[in-house]
Nanobody, 128 residues
Framework: QVQLVESGGGLVQAGGSLRLSCAAS????????MGWFRQAPGKEREFVGA????????YYADSARARFTISRDNAKNTMYLQMNSLKPEDTAVYYC?????????????????????WGRGTQVTVSS
């Protein structure tokens, strides 16, 4: 089992940057594919991006590609989301999620129901 805690959210002007972190408990962080999702008021939770167990594979939603970068440091049990050129439509609660995968599996799940563990989220607000 793994517990996830997001941090780094806040208020930023359009065009600015934020770096979110997702800290995981436990000693098997490298056994989990990790993902970032977001949910704006009145909208469904949507995929932002994901990273494989080793960090070798990443995948992004079209809305995030070219502006956001996901990375992980397995030695620190932490995943990151670097967000640049932020837009007001990026305003949402951002969640990190984890899915246990066997060593041979390099997938990066993109559907919320494929993740087993979730953090409580961190608010990102982008002002125009």
């Amino acid at each position: 089992q793994v517990q996830l805690v997001e941090s780094g959210g806040g208020l930023v002007q359009a065009g600015g940057s934020l770096r979110l972190s997702c800290a995981a408990s436990g000693r098997t962080f490298s056994s989990y594919a990790m993902g970032w999702f977001r949910q704006a008021p009145g909208k469904e939770r949507e995929f932002v991006g994901a990273i494989s167990r080793s960090g070798g594979n990443t995948y992004y939603a079209d809305s995030a590609r070219a502006r956001f970068t996901i990375s992980r440091d397995n030695a620190k049990n932490t995943m990151y989301l670097q967000m640049n050129s932020l837009k007001p439509e990026d305003t949402a609660v951002y969640y990190c999620a984890a899915r246990f995968l066997p060593p041979s599996d390099t997938n990066v799940p993109v559907v919320p129901k494929h993740y087993n563990y979730w953090g409580r989220g961190t608010q990102v607000t982008v002002s125009s």
